[in-house]
């Protein structure tokens, strides 16, 4: 992997693994956890790394959050939501997943501040944590 982070003190790192995961798609290649968690480890002030992720009955959905947990990442989990969404033009019903952790990782992110950390590093693509980020930057972290 390219490019160096910057970061003082001790530092947590959150992943949320569907937004990565998605990303797979303009980088033309998986992402691989392994070596993510490998790049992250690299760096000594890296304290913990968070990884997001649902849990759902496909079979490669809990395999992924043993390999996660294998790896060594500290994984949250709770079951994936199905959404049922009728689209009337086509008169169709679409089933879509949702799993959204945005309270465990800002619960996470102030019990990390509580706990002395210095630095946040966030894997995700949500516009919806700017409020945490523009908190961080006020705290100067």
């Given at each position: 992997?390219?490019?160096?982070?910057?970061?003082?003190g001790n530092?947590?790192?959150?992943?949320?693994?569907?937004?990565?995961?998605?990303?797979?798609?303009?980088?033309?290649?998986?992402?691989?956890?392994?070596?993510?968690?490998?790049?992250?480890?690299?760096?000594?002030?890296?304290?913990?790394?968070?990884?997001?992720?649902?849990?759902?009955?496909?079979?490669?959905?809990?395999?992924?959050?043993?390999?996660?947990?294998?790896?060594?990442?500290?994984?949250?989990?709770?079951?994936?939501?199905?959404?049922?969404?009728?689209?009337?033009?086509?008169k169709k019903?679409?089933?879509?997943?949702?799993?959204?952790?945005?309270?465990?990782?800002?619960?996470?992110?102030?019990?990390?501040?509580?706990?002395?950390?210095?630095?946040?590093?966030?894997?995700?693509?949500?516009?919806?944590?700017?409020?945490?980020?523009?908190?961080?930057?006020?705290?100067?972290?």
């Amino acid at each position: 992997m390219t490019g160096a982070l910057k970061l003082r003190g001790n530092c947590a790192a959150y992943l949320d693994w569907a937004n990565i995961y998605g990303w797979s798609k303009s980088l033309r290649r998986d992402v691989d956890p392994e070596r993510l968690f490998t790049y992250l480890k690299s760096y000594p002030q890296i304290k913990g790394s968070n990884l997001y992720f649902g849990t759902d009955k496909h079979p490669k959905s809990k395999a992924f959050i043993r390999q996660a947990k294998n790896i060594g990442f500290q994984v949250t989990t709770k079951p994936v939501k199905y959404i049922t969404v009728f689209d009337e033009t086509a008169k169709k019903k679409f089933k879509f997943r949702k799993c959204d952790f945005d309270m465990e990782t800002c619960i996470d992110v102030h019990r990390d501040l509580g706990g002395g950390v210095e630095s946040f590093v966030f894997f995700t693509g949500d516009g919806d944590f700017e409020p945490l980020y523009k908190l961080l930057i006020n705290k100067q972290k």
